[in-house]
């Protein structure tokens, strides 16, 4: 025989979406600006078809079944696309749990007997609390993954080399210097020497906040590992507080041309390619 | 057994190393550039490992021996060429290779060497010795 609760759910599988809708839609959290109703709707129809048809005698007790597979599939989609399109997890907790409250209604309305509506009310709970934690991981997830996107891409803008004459690079480093981003600093900058035959390379620090130990033993690395590629390298863009810190903590920067702006590094990267920067000749009338 | 060829150009030695290193060739390198310097009494020596992709520590080891040998034995020596992966590993490994002058190609290798050169015989440093260490 059939589980009550079941046959009530697959009857009135209608009035259970109509009755979420009204709950989802009545509610203050409701983000109009991000999802149309009918979107929701229609977010919120697969759901439920995909919930009823798939609840079973044997499976109402074990939300973990493969039944649920394409519930869960569902849900994980839904999660994830609103965790992108940038729902509060309120939100998407709300869209689940009350669900579960259009299921507690109409259970209440159809099961006079108080005992096996107690029963019946513990199961669905049960289940739909199973579902709403499997929303949450995955909106976590996909939470995640756009912070792990933003990362990728802010690694990815963040380290330009760029050739300002012939021969010199300048490697502007913006944001903190941590062992991954050295590495690809390290890595584009002795490339870019590779491709442009450089010699000198002016490595900017003017954009990174602080430095400690580690950073310091990076940015030494960096100009090791420029020195065994045949290029000399130049720090540029220490500011006081950076002099003051580095001095306290004892680190030994003498094996490296330091310089206290851009402009003084480009001067000494001038001067060792022999370069000679001269004001053109004005019009000799004017001057006379 | 393999063997690295060692050419002789006027004053310097040119080693280009085509293949990748294993420790016995390194080894014989080592033993034959010293014995070559002996012998034809060069004043540089310029090692080109553009097509060398791995190295390790033993390796790296060996290239500052040649380098400290050949001071030893009044020779310059430049390594020129290098890989960016190389230079990673190296400075990884903790091997800044101090003491072994490098260039970014055998052209500028060999402008730093033939400066070196200039500059012991005559004290004098030429004009175009725009080159880095």
Redesign the interface.
Known sequence: MKNETIKILQKQKKKILDMWMNFQLTDETLREDLMNNDELRMQSEDLVTALVDNLKDENIDTPDSPDFDSVTDILNGISISRAKQGYTSRETGIFVFSLKQALLVLLQQEIRDPQVLYDQSLKVNKLIDFFGVATFETFIKGREEVILRQTDEITEISTPVIQIWDGILALPIIGTLDSART?VV??NL??K??ET????AILDISGVPAVDSLVAQHLI?TV?????????CIISGIRPEIAQTVVHLGIDLSGVITKASLASALKTAFG???LQVTRKQKNPLIVE | MEKIPILKMGKLLLVTIQVDLYDRLAEALEADLVQMINKTGAQGVLIDISAVSIIDSFMGRIIGNIATMSKILDAETV??G???????T???LGL??TGV?????VE??MSLLQGKINLKETGFIP??D????
């Open positions: 590495q390290m890595e002795l490339q020497i590779v035959g450089s010699s000198i690395k090791s590992a420029t020195r065994l590629m045949g290029a000399e060792i390619l022999q | 390594v020129v290098m890989q960016p992966a190389v230079a990673i190296l400075i990884e800044p290779l002058y490098s260039a970014l190609n500028k290798g004009e175009d725009g080159d880095t260490e």
